[in-house]
């Protein structure tokens, strides 16, 4: 099966603006799963939901902001994914799917990353917990607020001890940094912008690979938000498309 995964960090969900751009996405480019963070949103609502369109189709999870701070969401379309179990963490959401068209199963995890170390040691952890409860093909992704390689931020003029535990991180998950293409980075800021890094990403196992043929992840233009949009495609093993 072919598989659309969408990612953006929209830095607050309450604006019919931003929602409204991210209905057109879901619609022009028919994506299976969208994964925003830093939703601000306490509680989700469905309203807020349904106005991201896809009506009936639309089905979704949501890992509340605290205060104003952070939230995840994540939605799909039920013609093409159905969700058999799901799993709060503290800063990830977890989602057992299973693609409708092949029966094929697999988990997705949406991230939205913290600041401290000590908050990060817990991402980390629960990435490890969700790999212990479920051993499917797995693919994990969203706002890690962290780069993973030092070129990866255009100022960054060593490897910090942060950065080299997610990379053991990743290592250890057996995880694979898909390639990225339309630029080299996600997300600026600071004075002036002059700020720029890949904060943003998806990774996959490779057994999550293996169920698709050419899985990249592309910088899509950024309408409002100081991060770009990620759209990741993968072709099912036959091709096509």
């Not at 600041?115 to 409860?133: A, Q």
């Not at 390639?179 to 999550?208: C, H, I, M, V, Y």
């Amino acid at each position: 099966m072919k598989l659309k995964i969408l990612s953006w960090n929209v830095r607050g969900a309450n604006d019919s603006s931003k929602r409204k751009i991210i209905k057109t996405f879901m619609r022009n480019r028919r994506i299976d799963l969208f994964c925003i963070q830093e939703t601000k949103i306490q509680p989700m609502s469905e309203g807020v939901v349904k106005s991201l369109g896809l009506g009936r189709f639309l089905d979704w999870r949501a890992l509340d902001a605290e205060g104003v701070a952070g939230g995840l969401l994540i939605c799909w379309d039920k013609r093409t994914l159905e969700i058999l179990e799901w799993e709060e963490g503290q800063f990830s959401l977890s989602c057992r799917f299973k693609n409708v068209e092949d029966g094929a199963v697999w988990v997705f995890t949406g991230v939205y990353g913290p600041f401290t170390r000590m908050e990060r040691d817990s991402l980390w952890e629960e990435f490890g917990v969700i790999r212990g409860l479920w051993e499917d093909p797995w693919c994990l992704g969203g706002d890690f607020n962290i780069t993973l390689l030092q070129r990866e931020r255009n100022n960054q003029r060593w490897l910090t001890s942060a950065m080299r535990r997610f990379a053991e991180t990743v290592d250890e998950l057996g995880l694979v940094d898909l390639p990225l293409q339309g630029g080299e980075f996600t997300w600026s800021g600071g004075l002036n912008n002059q700020s720029w890094a890949r904060l943003d990403k998806l990774l996959g196992t490779p057994s999550w690979l293996d169920q698709f043929s050419g899985v990249y992840q592309s910088r899509l233009p950024r309408p409002v938000s100081d991060h770009f949009l990620i759209l990741l495609l993968g072709r099912g093993r036959g091709g096509g498309g």
